[in-house]
């Protein structure tokens, strides 16, 4: 009986060459996950059975696919070619997209040669971005990642809770004459964006004083409800637009990454969403066996249907990447956290993994102890880049390679460790391996790899909610929270006394009104 073990498999150069990739310029290393030839061509053949071409196809033609909201998710559209063509209800949107792109690169230009003046005739040097969930993770995430290609000829910031602090420790540190604000929220009525935003300008007019320029030169809107902007007092050429058929965890490759286009200039943007376009034209044209979004869902649907694994892990070995791992929780867990399936049923088999990550190598010093030896095993995807970022820093280039090397060195043994274990050193020592995982590796972290790195989880999200036969794309399960938040809220201010707690909320308002000011 041949071993099945990883330490065995990967010993087989002809497993290496079968279940590696090169695509764009990333190389995928699938040969330490639990899988053979075989296991694939049964995954594909799940695939076309449950007709993930033609899922496929739908997603990128416009097809209504979000069915609870009656609605496309063209993510897609955002980034392909000008001469594309692409109807909603029976209006080409390409155009649609294209004028918003050249309004937000406008808006970017004209803030970054410091031409768009506050309400006291000084330059905006600063911009803010409030918002939360994809207005916020994503656009947070590509800024982070690509730190080292913005000139920093402005200060960006992300405000995202309502915890006072977030807002507070920023704006302690930001001049309101020389701020601006943008108000992202695809549906303008994300509790948390706008109580951030009324806190923001009650701030800019407590220190400018009654000034009717405020709204128009410090804060600009994005969002799809028009309507209710105009209504908040912004007007049309402040109001940056985003649509309803595109998902706020999908929509980086839109005006919602504002303050991403700000940072490093809308020509780096571009490129961004030419590597997304990349990745989604592969996605697009490749037969199953040779499409790395639609592996990576197969392998996710093998590790977590036919191996039971509940949990999937995510570890980029950069430090520009340290906000990835909380971008893919949104994107992967309110796509795919699911119970009901496209039919109304309730499914009868699991659906989406919890995500966790985190960067490496601090990653080793937390949750690695688990990876290796915890009796539950968490599959993992190791991302990397062979060269470092352009650094501006202070150290010399041969510091950067050094520790570079460290770095990926690091990334390879903890993968290669997963998988061989080690039975040596006794009991309490060993590991006992086994363990999968998958490497995708890079060239370097620059705006075009990371659009591809951003389509690729796209697509393998949605390669697996396809053949959960579940909707990726509706996130109906955060209302409960927000529907319950009002009643607590009035409660906590003392507005009123509802009865209709149970006993355990009712026990912490009165432990809360206890403690109240107690300090
Ligand atoms: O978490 C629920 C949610 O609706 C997300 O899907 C969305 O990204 C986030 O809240 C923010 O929504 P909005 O962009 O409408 O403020």
Redesign the pocket.
Known sequence: MRSCHLRDLISDQNRIEMLSFDEGNLFFDFSKQLVSSETIGLLTDLAERAGLTSQIAQLFEGKFINRSENRPALHTALRMPTNSRVEVEGQDVIPIIQASHERAFDFADRIRAKQWLGATGQPISSVVNI?????HLGPYMAYKALRSYSDNSIDCRFISNVDPRDLNTNLSSLDPETTLFIV???????SE?LTNAESAMEWVEKNLGENPEILQKHFVAVTANKEKAERYGFTPDNIYPIWEWV???FSISSATSLALMVAVGPEYFKTMNEGCQQMDQHFQSSDLNENIPALMGLIGIWNRNFLGYSSHAVIPYAYDLAAFPAYLE?LEM?SNGKNIDNEGNLVMYETGPSILGGVGTNAQHAIFQYLHQGTTIIPVDFIAFVNPSPSKGTIGKDVVMRQHEALIANCFAQSQGLAIGDTEGGRSLSSDGNRPSSTILASRLDPFTLGQLIALYEHKVFTMGALWQINSFD?WG?ELGKSLVSNVSNDLAGISTSTGHDSSTRSLIDQFHQRKDKI
């Open positions: 918002g939360i969930g994809g207005s992202n929220s695809k549906s303008f009525t994300t964006t998902g706020g965890r949104q309110e996130q955060v």
